[in-house]
């Protein structure tokens, strides 16, 4: 019977975390232009929301899955001091926020559904400073990840996540949006929220930019190592 030896499965799914973050990324990105079209009838409009959507939770549930699937990695492989029941305490941590996560997507369209992305929002308001707190504090040398000489990579690759956290969570407030700006298209011709759309798409697609490189870095420094 083939044995895997579970790093190696870790890194399998580490991997396709990051091709869904990446990919979907670019998906809404693209659907995007259609979203905030003012030439669209408002029910084309809607259906390509509604496929931004479907395939931002593929990226979304990527962008969580990357920091479990890193941090146990880096106790396998000795970079990261926290393991055993520690381990099993950020899984069932990472369960419940993917939990919420999902349930804001099926409720998306309701008053439930943006109560419950602003409490996934919130997840993030603690976790980007606790990551980089960890991160830059280990770079620094104080711990409690492994950065001596040949592996700083890691602590930098977490520092540069959380950076890539704060520009999603920008990305997050401007989806959110959609679904009561849409809600006030719906009662007829509004040139406030249409220019509001324009307006937030067009910074969006700068930090979308962003956003790409970001996360090639990540990919980088995972791979290559370099320091």
Not at 191 to 200: D, F, K, S, V
């Given at each position: 019977?083939?044995?895997?030896?579970?790093?190696l499965?870790?890194r399998?799914?580490?991997?396709i975390?990051?091709?869904?973050?990446?990919?979907?990324?670019?998906?809404?990105?693209?659907?995007?232009?259609?979203v905030t079209n003012p030439r669209?009838?408002?029910?084309?409009?809607?259906?390509?929301?509604?496929?931004?959507?479907?395939?931002?939770?593929?990226a979304r549930?990527?962008i969580?899955?990357?920091?479990?699937?890193g941090?146990?990695?880096?106790?396998?492989?000795?970079l990261?001091?926290?393991?055993?029941?520690?381990?099993?305490?950020?899984?069932l941590?990472?369960?419940?926020?993917?939990?919420?996560?999902?349930?804001?997507?099926?409720?998306?369209?309701?008053d439930?559904?943006?109560?419950?992305t602003?409490?996934?929002?919130?997840?993030?308001?603690?976790l980007?400073?606790?990551?980089?707190?960890?991160?830059i504090?280990?770079?620094l040398?104080?711990?409690?990840?492994e950065?001596?000489?040949?592996?700083?990579?890691?602590?930098?690759?977490?520092?540069?996540?959380?950076f890539a956290?704060?520009?999603?969570?920008?990305l997050?407030f401007?989806?959110?949006?959609?679904?009561?700006?849409?809600?006030?298209l719906?009662?007829?011709?509004?040139?406030?929220?249409?220019a509001?759309?324009?307006?937030?798409?067009?910074?969006?697609?700068?930090?979308?930019?962003?956003?790409?490189i970001t996360?090639?870095?990540?990919?980088?420094?995972?791979?290559?190592?370099?320091?």
């Amino acid at each position: 019977m083939m044995e895997f030896e579970p790093v190696l499965v870790l890194r399998w799914l580490h991997i396709i975390a990051m091709v869904y973050w990446l990919g979907g990324e670019w998906g809404v990105f693209q659907t995007s232009y259609n979203v905030t079209n003012p030439r669209l009838p408002l029910d084309e409009r809607r259906r390509h929301m509604e496929t931004a959507y479907r395939i931002d939770i593929l990226a979304r549930t990527g962008i969580i899955l990357l920091l479990p699937l890193g941090l146990h990695m880096g106790n396998i492989y000795g970079l990261q001091p926290f393991g055993g029941g520690w381990l099993t305490a950020m899984w069932l941590a990472v369960a419940a926020w993917m939990a919420l996560c999902w349930a804001a997507f099926f409720t998306r369209e309701t008053d439930t559904g943006i109560r419950l992305t602003k409490m996934d929002e919130v997840v993030r308001f603690i976790l980007i400073p606790l990551i980089f707190i960890v991160g830059i504090a280990s770079l620094l040398g104080h711990g409690p990840l492994e950065a001596g000489e040949g592996n700083r990579w890691y602590a930098a690759k977490l520092t540069l996540y959380g950076f890539a956290l704060c520009i999603g969570l920008g990305l997050r407030f401007v989806m959110r949006g959609w679904t009561v700006r849409f809600r006030r298209l719906a009662e007829g011709p509004n040139p406030a929220e249409e220019a509001a759309l324009t307006r937030e798409i067009g910074w969006a697609r700068i930090m979308a930019y962003v956003y790409w490189i970001t996360i090639s870095g990540i990919c980088f420094l995972g791979t290559v190592k370099p320091f």
